[in-house]
């Protein structure tokens, strides 16, 4: 069983196309400060970002933002939160949310969100880290990634294992309640031919 404190979550600096994507986010953090379970984020005032951060802030939630100084100005750092953590660095930013959080969640977002939630999904592939990592498939979003996934396991890139470390959930009750409930999977914790 996991005790969640506080989630990373990863989302979109952009709105997105759906309101759907908003009130998810929306939606999220709400639940969250209803559950007492901290966020941390990445520090925008922007898109899916800004409406995770503003729920919680209005609902008097714990969310902390990480932001490379490179960022500051073109993401619009959200001066609103009592606690804005500058980075210098994209490494620095995903490493702090990964010590702080207790779990990892990606909602709707672009390249930057795939590229964060991919690398903490491959730390734990590779037993650097035991914590959940899952999708919130909002409007079906992330339905062709999942078939995509589900082709590399087929074809021999994926291990089962690895694929079955990702919980995907369209209800965010539902994905906290598998996050309660997340047991790590046993994993190799070192690399040779053939394990990853």
């Given at each position: 069983?996991?005790?969640?404190?506080?989630?990373?979550?990863?989302?979109?600096?952009?709105?997105?196309?759906?309101?759907?994507?908003?009130?998810?986010?929306?939606?999220?953090?709400?639940?969250?400060?209803?559950?007492?379970?901290?966020?941390?984020?990445?520090?925008?005032?922007?898109?899916?970002?800004?409406?995770?951060?503003?729920?919680?802030?209005?609902?008097?939630?714990?969310i902390i933002g990480v932001i490379p100084r490179m960022l500051v100005e073109r993401e619009v750092a959200n001066r609103a939160l009592t606690d804005l953590r500058v980075v210098e660095s994209m490494?620095?930013?995903?490493?702090?949310?990964?010590?702080?959080?207790?779990?990892?969640?990606?909602?709707?977002g672009g390249i930057g969100t795939l590229e964060e939630f991919f690398e903490i999904w491959t730390w734990a592939q590779l037993g650097m880290h035991d914590k959940p990592c899952a999708l919130l498939n909002v409007a079906g979003y992330f339905d062709p990634l999942l078939e995509f996934l589900d082709r590399a396991v087929e074809e021999k890139f994926v291990r089962e294992v690895h694929r079955k470390m990702v919980i995907v959930e369209s209800d965010p009750v539902a994905l906290l309640s598998r996050f309660e409930a997340y047991e790590p999977p046993r994993v190799v914790k070192w690399i040779n031919a053939g394990t990853i």
């Open positions: 069983m996991s005790e969640i404190r506080r989630l990373a979550v990863f989302c979109g600096s952009n709105p997105g196309a759906r309101p759907e994507y908003v009130q998810a986010a929306r939606s999220l953090g709400k639940l969250l400060c209803e559950r007492g379970i901290g966020v941390v984020y990445g520090g925008s005032s922007v898109g899916l970002m800004a409406a995770l951060a503003d729920t919680m802030l209005d609902d008097l939630g714990d490494h620095e930013r995903k490493a702090l949310m990964a010590e702080l959080a207790d779990g990892f969640v990606a909602l709707p």
